[in-house]
């Protein structure tokens, strides 16, 4: 391309930035004010000196157009219902006596109101707050947010664009509010929300933004006919609106497909769009509508979501095809930056090889900005840095870290009857009952019991050398006993270790098996306050020793009642992490599938006779469009099959799924032929008992009666009220009873009592079948 002369400067710039801060500042900033140790003036100044940090480093980067309005202190779809005037009622006066009170009292409820519901912020690990709206919603701009923060971010010089969640989005993403009728649909009030939009706008051309940048995600899944005519009509109505600035229309995640012949006739100035492998047939897509002549195009060709740094050349080369499609194109990621870590120097403890092949949000940002003056200047301009590029991807692509002959040859050799068990569901169900002799209804838990601030501070202590690994062992130890004498006292019939030793269920395990890397900083914000360290995948998996046994052993040596072995399935352990991109994701779930197994045959060598494998990340990580889904179920049912066939058919195998829409994954969870499932189902009142029983599904599951995302105590009336729900779906020999996920973030006060009364609960069913069979 060094003959190439661009018709315009090619500008960097990225959608959003993490949010926390280097020491997670925010998390404590935010948490010190819940608990009353920070003031509102104090948390503010937090923030404002936190984004003052990343515009800085983004613009020292190399970037030239910065994100602003991007910050959020707790969600930026909450942010969004506020700016356009959407707080559900029960929460208007709280917001009206205290803005910074009432916007926490949204994302977390109080004592007396419900929050927001929380879900997956499309098939990331980030959560966003639900809007809530029904037909008699009634928007109000509030540009308050959008326009200091742009003000902040042009008063250090900088130019900068406000990103705001696009509003066909927004209503695509927001559900009925509690009261309105299920069918309720929120697109339904566009008309009403496009002059909110109109006016917000407005205030930020007013206030000196020369592009603003609306988010259209939504748009990357299948959309129906109807939806995209409202796509046509937001866009020429907010394009054809007075005193606008210059409009770029976002998309992320993956293609357009039929949205973006409608995005590129829209009176709009700029589209950005994903080209990395997601997002791949954007490319034919835009070279098939003619291109977006005159108009911006925002290349995401940097990996938004993933930790591998960038191949410029092919990266050059995508840029290249595109400079003949737009009137000017520009350098982004895929998508916003709050999806991985901020810097990957930070990792001292990682091999320094292995850093040489992570771009975290500052190596991306840099990235970012190399290929933007490639683009402007020619690639003679970064000699050094293509040569430095290829060096590090030459690297990877021939080290032995990623490499495991063994684990290669095992994966290979795989075959059909090592994905099935050895006796069909009715046989090993007639072999359980004989073995486990458990009760009616059985109660049990879905494994992690309160992580104490005690024992997270002991693992802290641990890994800073102030105690020995024999004292922070003996505490762990000390915690099993409290969690299985307490279950043994309440009357659970299936009991867990407590899982107090696992820092998360995913980095623990990770930072067990060769191939996988762990991060010491590498926080990425999971929602709110609450954050996790996707570990990397690096090489091929292999499991040097037993992760899980001892722990499991201990607690069984414990108890005559059966302790459940606890394990992370192979989709959540690569959904939760950052995958390899150099091998299908298929052959990594086989690799992570068959270490686990070791596992799985290892507990049930010692003694286990009921094994766990969690699989929450299931039915979040189901591909965006429906087309792709079939591929992906695939390999997913088959990694599961393949940890869990190696046992004998007394052997009771269990799953947990914890996100609660499964409707459209039935089939899938059948076929993970577990004998036992335990789902999330206390909020939505049963729904997925009901949505088994009418696939016909035949084995033995465990609607959650104990919504365990509230400190809320349910009584034992409200989860007898629940199972008896549970039984009209699901026959009394095939009811579990349990919580809808794990304790961790819990306190044990509330746990106790709610145990206590999940037990009384089942007992008293119990007493009412035998008698109604006497
Ligand atoms: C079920 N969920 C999970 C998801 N993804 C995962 N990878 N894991 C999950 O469990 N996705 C969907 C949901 C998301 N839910 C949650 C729930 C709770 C958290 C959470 O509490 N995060 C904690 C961090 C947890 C952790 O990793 N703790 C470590 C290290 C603690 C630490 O860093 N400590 C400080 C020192 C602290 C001190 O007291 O001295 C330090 O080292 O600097 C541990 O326990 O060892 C959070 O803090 O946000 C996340 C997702
Ligand atoms: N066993 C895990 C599952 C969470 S989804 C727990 O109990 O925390
Ligand atoms: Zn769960």
């Given at each position: 391309?060094?003959?190439?002369?661009?018709?315009?400067?090619?500008?960097?710039?990225?959608?959003?930035?993490?949010?926390?801060?280097?020491?997670?500042?925010?998390?404590?900033?935010?948490?010190?004010?819940?608990?009353?140790?920070?003031?509102?003036?104090?948390?503010?100044?937090?923030?404002?000196?936190?984004?003052?940090?990343?515009?800085?480093?983004?613009?020292?980067?190399?970037?030239?157009?910065?994100?602003?309005?991007?910050?959020?202190?707790?969600?930026?779809?909450?942010?969004?219902?506020?700016?356009?005037?959407?707080?559900?009622?029960?929460?208007?006066?709280?917001?009206?006596?205290?803005?910074?009170?009432?916007?926490?009292?949204?994302?977390?409820?109080?004592?007396?109101?419900?929050?927001?519901?929380?879900?997956?912020?499309?098939?990331?690990?980030?959560?966003?707050?639900?809007?809530?709206?029904?037909?008699?919603?009634?928007?109000?701009?509030?540009?308050?947010?959008?326009?200091?923060?742009?003000?902040?971010?042009?008063?250090?010089?900088?130019?900068?664009?406000?990103?705001?969640?696009?509003?066909?989005?927004?209503?695509?993403?927001?559900?009925?509010?509690?009261?309105?009728?299920?069918?309720?649909?929120?697109?339904?009030?566009?008309?009403?929300?496009?002059?909110?939009?109109?006016?917000?706008?407005?205030?930020?051309?007013?206030?000196?933004?020369?592009?603003?940048?609306?988010?259209?995600?939504?748009?990357?899944?299948?959309?129906?006919?109807?939806?995209?005519?409202?796509?046509?009509?937001?866009?020429?109505?907010?394009?054809?609106?007075?005193?606008?600035?210059?409009?770029?229309?976002?998309?992320?995640?993956?293609?357009?497909?039929?949205?973006?012949?409608?995005?590129?006739?829209?009176?709009?100035?700029?589209?950005?769009?994903?080209?990395?492998?997601?997002?791949?047939?954007?490319?034919?897509?835009?070279?098939?509508?003619?291109?977006?002549?005159?108009?911006?195009?925002?290349?995401?060709?940097?990996?938004?979501?993933?930790?591998?740094?960038?191949?410029?050349?092919?990266?050059?080369?995508?840029?290249?095809?595109?400079?003949?499609?737009?009137?000017?194109?520009?350098?982004?990621?895929?998508?916003?930056?709050?999806?991985?870590?901020?810097?990957?120097?930070?990792?001292?403890?990682?091999?320094?090889?292995?850093?040489?092949?992570?771009?975290?949000?500052?190596?991306?940002?840099?990235?970012?900005?190399?290929?933007?003056?490639?683009?402007?200047?020619?690639?003679?301009?970064?000699?050094?840095?293509?040569?430095?590029?290829?060096?590090?991807?030459?690297?990877?692509?021939?080290?032995?870290?990623?490499?495991?002959?063994?684990?290669?040859?095992?994966?290979?050799?795989?075959?059909?009857?090592?994905?099935?068990?050895?006796?069909?569901?009715?046989?090993?169900t007639?072999?359980?009952r004989?073995?486990l002799r458990l009760p009616l209804l059985p109660t049990t838990?879905?494994?992690?019991?309160?992580?104490?601030?005690?024992?997270?501070?002991?693992?802290?202590?641990?890994?800073?050398?102030?105690?020995?690994?024999?004292?922070?062992?003996?505490?762990?130890?000390?915690?099993?006993?409290?969690?299985?004498?307490?279950?043994?006292?309440?009357g659970?019939d299936v009991?867990?270790?407590?899982?107090?030793?696992?820092?998360?269920?995913?980095?623990?395990?990770?930072?067990?098996?060769?191939?996988?890397?762990?991060?010491?900083?590498?926080?990425?914000?999971?929602?709110?306050?609450?954050?996790?360290?996707?570990?990397?995948?690096?090489?091929?998996?292999?499991?040097?020793?037993?992760?899980?046994?001892?722990?499991?052993?201990?607690?069984?040596?414990?108890?005559?009642?059966?302790?459940?072995?606890?394990?992370?399935?192979?989709?959540?352990?690569?959904?939760?992490?950052?995958?390899?991109?150099?091998?299908?994701?298929?052959?990594?779930?086989?690799?992570?599938?068959?270490?686990?197994?070791?596992?799985?045959?290892?507990?049930?060598?010692?003694?286990?006779?009921?094994?766990?494998?969690?699989?929450?990340?299931?039915?979040?990580?189901?591909?965006?469009?429906?087309?792709?889904?079939?591929?992906?179920?695939?390999?997913?049912?088959?990694?599961?099959?393949?940890?869990?066939?190696?046992?004998?058919?007394?052997?009771?195998?269990?799953?947990?799924?914890?996100?609660?829409?499964?409707?459209?994954?039935?089939?899938?969870?059948?076929?993970?032929?577990?004998?036992v499932?335990?789902?999330?189902?206390?909020?939505?009142?049963?729904?997925?008992?009901?949505?088994?029983?009418?696939?016909?599904?035949?084995?033995e599951?465990g609607?959650?009666?104990?919504?365990?995302?509230?400190?809320?105590?349910?009584?034992?009336?409200?989860?007898?009220?629940?199972l008896r729900?549970g039984l009209?779906?699901i026959p009394a020999e095939r009811l579990w009873v349990?919580?809808?996920?794990?304790?961790?973030?819990?306190?044990?006060?509330?746990?106790?009592?709610?145990?206590?009364?999940?037990v009384?609960a089942a007992r008293a069913i119990r007493t009412g079948l035998a008698d109604d069979g006497?």
């Amino acid at each position: 391309m060094t003959e190439q002369s661009a018709a315009a400067a090619a500008r960097a710039t990225v959608y959003g930035y993490p949010r926390q801060g280097r020491n997670r500042e925010l998390k404590k900033a935010v948490e010190g004010y819940w608990k009353g140790r920070v003031d509102a003036a104090a948390l503010r100044e937090t923030a404002a000196g936190l984004r003052r940090t990343n515009w800085r480093q983004l613009a020292d980067a190399g970037i030239h157009e910065v994100p602003s309005g991007d910050f959020s202190y707790y969600d930026h779809v909450l942010d969004t219902s506020v700016m356009v005037g959407a707080v559900p009622e029960r929460h208007r006066a709280a917001v009206d006596a205290d803005e910074t009170q009432g916007y926490f009292a949204m994302a977390r409820g109080t004592q007396d109101v419900a929050p927001l519901e929380m879900t997956k912020w499309f098939d990331t690990n980030y959560h966003y707050l639900v809007p809530e709206l029904g037909p008699d919603a009634v928007f109000a701009a509030d540009s308050t947010k959008q326009v200091a923060e742009l003000t902040e971010a042009l008063a250090l010089g900088l130019t900068a664009r406000p990103v705001l969640l696009g509003p066909v989005t927004y209503l695509l993403l927001a559900k009925p509010a509690p009261g309105v009728a299920a069918d309720f649909e929120p697109l339904t009030l566009l008309d009403r929300l496009l002059p909110v939009y109109a006016e917000i706008l407005a205030d930020l051309r007013a206030a000196g933004a020369d592009w603003v940048q609306l988010d259209e995600p939504a748009l990357v899944q299948d959309r129906t006919p109807a939806e995209l005519t409202a796509v046509a009509r937001t866009y020429r109505e907010l394009g054809g609106a007075a005193d606008r600035p210059k409009l770029l229309v976002a998309s992320y995640f993956g293609r357009l497909g039929d949205a973006l012949p409608v995005l590129a006739r829209a009176p709009v100035d700029g589209l950005a769009l994903d080209f990395t492998e997601s997002g791949a047939a954007n490319l034919e897509s835009l070279a098939a509508v003619g291109g977006l002549p005159g108009k911006r195009l925002v290349a995401g060709v940097v990996d938004g979501r993933n930790i591998w740094i960038n191949d410029f050349e092919k990266s050059l080369a995508t840029l290249g095809t595109l400079l003949g499609l737009a009137g000017q194109v520009d350098v982004s990621a895929s998508c916003s930056l709050l999806h991985v870590p901020l810097d990957a120097t930070a990792e001292g403890d990682i091999d320094p090889e292995i850093v040489r092949w992570l771009a975290f949000a500052r190596q991306k940002s840099a990235e970012i900005a190399t290929l933007a003056r490639a683009l402007t200047e020619g690639t003679d301009a970064i000699t050094a840095e293509l040569a430095a590029n290829r060096a590090a991807l030459a690297s990877r692509a021939g080290s032995a870290l990623t490499r495991d002959p063994a684990v290669r040859a095992r994966a290979a050799a795989v075959t059909d009857a090592d994905g099935r068990r050895s006796q069909p569901y009715a046989v090993r169900t007639a072999a359980q009952r004989a073995h486990l002799r458990l009760p009616l209804l059985p109660t049990t838990t879905i494994g992690s019991f309160p992580q104490t601030t005690e024992l997270r501070t002991a693992r802290a202590d641990l890994r800073k050398g102030r105690i020995e690994t024999a004292g922070y062992e003996e505490r762990i130890r000390e915690e099993i006993r409290e969690v299985v004498t307490f279950q043994e006292k309440t009357g659970i019939d299936v009991l867990v270790h407590g899982e107090p030793e696992r820092n998360d269920m995913v980095q623990y395990f990770a930072e067990q098996l060769t191939g996988y890397v762990a991060t010491r900083h590498g926080w990425v914000q999971s929602y709110g306050t609450r954050y996790v360290r996707p570990p990397v995948l690096v090489g091929d998996i292999s499991r040097p020793e037993p992760m899980t046994v001892r722990w499991t052993s201990y607690a069984q040596s414990l108890t005559d009642r059966p302790v459940k072995g606890m394990l992370t399935g192979p989709v959540t352990m690569l959904a939760w992490s950052f995958v390899r991109d150099d091998q299908p994701l298929g052959d990594t779930a086989r690799q992570v599938a068959l270490a686990l197994r070791d596992e799985v045959d290892d507990l049930e060598a010692a003694g286990t006779s009921v094994i766990q494998v969690d699989e929450p990340a299931l039915r979040e990580t189901l591909p965006l469009r429906a087309a792709d889904h079939a591929g992906y179920l695939a390999w997913a049912t088959e990694s599961f099959r393949l940890t869990t066939a190696g046992v004998r058919p007394e052997t009771q195998i269990h799953t947990h799924m914890c996100y609660a829409e499964f409707g459209d994954i039935v089939q899938a969870i059948d076929d993970l032929d577990a004998d036992v499932i335990s789902l999330e189902a206390a909020r939505s009142h049963m729904q997925v008992a009901g949505e088994l029983a009418s696939h016909g599904y035949p084995r033995e599951a465990g609607p959650g009666v104990y919504d365990i995302h509230s400190p809320r105590v349910p009584s034992a009336e409200e989860a007898t009220a629940l199972l008896r729900k549970g039984l009209e779906a699901i026959p009394a020999e095939r009811l579990w009873v349990n919580p809808d996920c794990g304790l961790k973030t819990r306190g044990w006060p509330e746990t106790r009592a709610s145990l206590e009364n999940l037990v009384t609960a089942a007992r008293a069913i119990r007493t009412g079948l035998a008698d109604d069979g006497s």
